[in-house]
Structure formats: structure tokens, C-alpha cells
């Protein structure tokens, strides 16, 4: 039977494909446009929209384990729990999260409120479950590609500012597993890289990779919000730069990615090398 991918042509989805595939699965990979769908040889692509569960009947057919992205579009998943029923009644019997979780904040944080809902969703449906939360994207870093490839330079907050980020394949892996061993039901992940990075330092080894020195030009709070203002809600923005004011706030390692798939997690100087072209 086919596992059900879902967000599988973004930055992890598109890395849990490739794995699927790699190691014998067949993969049925949902989006709103096969037609752009960029997957590999012997991926099932069909068509589906969460924003309209309905239209998933096809996608969900034959399916016993699916993995579920938090996010549609550009906000958190607001239809999760018609979405798990209709994959409860089509035969599913596991699902992975690929979700966010802060749990230093309440249930009812803006930000945070409509991602609780769905990880409700998830715990209530009767299926088997595993949460996945993942520390900050090594991925990230690509909207500073523009600049670097312009003008050699990135404009941000918080030089200071640490974080274990993580590789999208690391992620991918760990959701792997929980899709095809047994033994990661009622699991909650937070999959970080193994160091922590300084966001000075992730410039610096950006440059390393592409041969050429990249300034990093530190904004203010006040520059940030106006840099940002086009490109982010003004909440997030806040949360972004509450987060920035505390520069040891998030560099913790989690051994999760090591002790799911067996091997430490890739570095960010990895992701920078594999990633060079995006930066040129």
C-alpha cells in the first residue's frame, strides 16, 4: 500500500519522498498542482487541497499511514480534524505531524493556538500518532540567498544569535522511521542539528561554501521591523524578535535525531557545501 505524503513538494516533504522511494516505498505524493509537481520516477501524484478536505477522497484511498503537514498555504492547518476522520474512515492507521510547538507558551498565544488545535486533532483521532517539531530550518537561511547573490551581504538582527539548526533531511529521516518501524506511536520529536550555530557564523560559513567573503550587516530591532514588515505578520515578526533578545534562548540539541535513525545529524557547514548553488 502506497504512504500517503502530503506538503511533499516543500523543503521536508520533498526530502521524505526521495527517502521513501529510496528505500522501496511506494509514495503517493498529494498537491494542489501535479502538473509543477517536481518528484521522482515512480512517484503516484494526485491532486487534493486541504483548505477542501473533500477533494482528498482519491489521495486517501488504499492508504494506511500518512504524513500531515501543519501548515496550508501560508497558515497553520485549520481543517486537520475533518481531514483525520476522513483518513480514519478511509482506512489509515498511522499518521506523522510535521507541526510547530513552543512550549513555553500558553494554548491560547496567538501564534500558538491554532497549532494546539490541530495537535488535539491529531492525539483524538484514534490513530496511531507521532508529533514532529523540528528546532529552526537550516533551509531558512535561503531567503538571505537574494542578497548574497546581489550584494554579498545579509541584513538581520541578533549576529548573536544561536540556534542548533537543522537539516531538512534530518527531519525527513526521523519521519521516516515513524512511518515505517514500529515503535514511535504516541512519540513527540524535536529534531535539532548536533551544535549550535551563530547566525554570524552561518554567514561566514555560508561564503565559505560559495569562495567568496559575505558581510553580515547587524540591523536593529527597529530596522529589522521595517526590513521585514512586507515579508512577515506583524506577530511573528515580535515573536521573531522576542526570540533574538535572548542570544543562548536556542541552542539546545536534542538527541532525537541520532537516537531515531542511528547516525548524528548533519551540520550546517554540510548544508552550506550541499546548498552552495542557491547562493551564488
Given at each position: 500500500?502506497?504512504?500517503?505524503?502530503?506538503?511533499?513538494?516543500?523543503?521536508?516533504?520533498?526530502?521524505?519522498?526521495?527517502?521513501?522511494?529510496?528505500?522501496?516505498h511506494d509514495v503517493r505524493a498529494l498537491t494542489r498542482n501535479p502538473a509543477t509537481a517536481a518528484l521522482p520516477p515512480g512517484v503516484e501524484v494526485v491532486a487534493g487541497d486541504f483548505a477542501r478536505p473533500a477533494t482528498l477522497a482519491a489521495a486517501l484511498r488504499g492508504v494506511t499511514r500518512m504524513h500531515v503537514i501543519g501548515m496550508d498555504g501560508a497558515g497553520p492547518l485549520t481543517t486537520g480534524a475533518e481531514i483525520l476522520e476522513l483518513?480514519?474512515?478511509?482506512?489509515?492507521?498511522?499518521?506523522?505531524?510535521?507541526?510547530?510547538?513552543?512550549?513555553?507558551?500558553?494554548?491560547?498565544?496567538?501564534?500558538?493556538?491554532?497549532?494546539?488545535?490541530?495537535?488535539?486533532?491529531?492525539?483524538?483521532?484514534?490513530?496511531?500518532?507521532?508529533?514532529?517539531?523540528?528546532?529552526?530550518?537550516?533551509?531558512?537561511?535561503?531567503?538571505?540567498?537574494?542578497?548574497?547573490?546581489?550584494?554579498?551581504?545579509?541584513?538581520?538582527?541578533?549576529?548573536?544569535?544561536?540556534?542548533?539548526?537543522?537539516?531538512?533531511?534530518?527531519?525527513?529521516?526521523?519521519?521516516?522511521?515513524?512511518?515505517?518501524?514500529?515503535?514511535?506511536?504516541?512519540?513527540?520529536?524535536?529534531?535539532?542539528?548536533?551544535?549550535?550555530?551563530?547566525?554570524?557564523?552561518?554567514?561566514?560559513?555560508?561564503?565559505?561554501?560559495?569562495?567568496?567573503?559575505?558581510?553580515?550587516?547587524?540591523?536593529?530591532?527597529?530596522?529589522?521591523?521595517?526590513?521585514?514588515?512586507?515579508?512577515?505578520?506583524?506577530?511573528?515578526?515580535?515573536?521573531?524578535?522576542?526570540?533574538?533578545?535572548?542570544?543562548?534562548?536556542?541552542?539546545?540539541?536534542?538527541?532525537?535525531?541520532?537516537?531515531?535513525?542511528?547516525?548524528?545529524?548533519?551540520?550546517?557547514?554540510?548544508?552550506?557545501?550541499?546548498?552552495?548553488?542557491?547562493?551564488?
Amino acid at each position: 500500500m502506497p504512504i500517503l505524503v502530503t506538503g511533499a513538494t516543500g523543503t521536508v516533504g520533498g526530502s521524505l519522498v526521495r527517502q521513501l522511494v529510496a528505500a522501496g516505498h511506494d509514495v503517493r505524493a498529494l498537491t494542489r498542482n501535479p502538473a509543477t509537481a517536481a518528484l521522482p520516477p515512480g512517484v503516484e501524484v494526485v491532486a487534493g487541497d486541504f483548505a477542501r478536505p473533500a477533494t482528498l477522497a482519491a489521495a486517501l484511498r488504499g492508504v494506511t499511514r500518512m504524513h500531515v503537514i501543519g501548515m496550508d498555504g501560508a497558515g497553520p492547518l485549520t481543517t486537520g480534524a475533518e481531514i483525520l476522520e476522513l483518513a480514519r474512515q478511509a482506512g489509515v492507521r498511522r499518521v506523522t505531524h510535521l507541526g510547530h510547538n513552543d512550549p513555553s507558551r500558553a494554548d491560547d498565544d496567538p501564534i500558538e493556538a491554532p497549532h494546539r488545535l490541530l495537535h488535539r486533532a491529531i492525539e483524538d483521532s484514534g490513530l496511531e500518532w507521532t508529533h514532529v517539531f523540528p528546532g529552526e530550518f537550516m533551509a531558512n537561511t535561503r531567503e538571505w540567498a537574494a542578497d548574497i547573490r546581489t550584494e554579498g551581504v545579509v541584513r538581520a538582527p541578533f549576529g548573536n544569535w544561536t540556534s542548533a539548526l537543522v537539516h531538512e533531511a534530518d527531519i525527513a529521516a526521523v519521519i521516516v522511521a515513524a512511518l515505517t518501524e514500529d515503535g514511535h506511536a504516541g512519540r513527540v520529536y524535536q529534531p535539532t542539528g548536533p551544535e549550535p550555530v551563530r547566525r554570524r557564523d552561518a554567514v561566514r560559513m555560508i561564503g565559505e561554501a560559495i569562495g567568496r567573503p559575505v558581510r553580515f550587516d547587524e540591523l536593529t530591532p527597529e530596522q529589522a521591523r521595517e526590513y521585514w514588515k512586507d515579508h512577515y505578520p506583524t506577530e511573528v515578526i515580535e515573536w521573531f524578535l522576542e526570540m533574538g533578545r535572548y542570544p543562548e534562548g536556542s541552542n539546545w540539541v536534542a538527541p532525537d535525531v541520532e537516537q531515531v535513525t542511528g547516525r548524528p545529524g548533519r551540520t550546517f557547514r554540510q548544508w552550506a557545501a550541499e546548498h552552495a548553488d542557491d547562493f551564488r
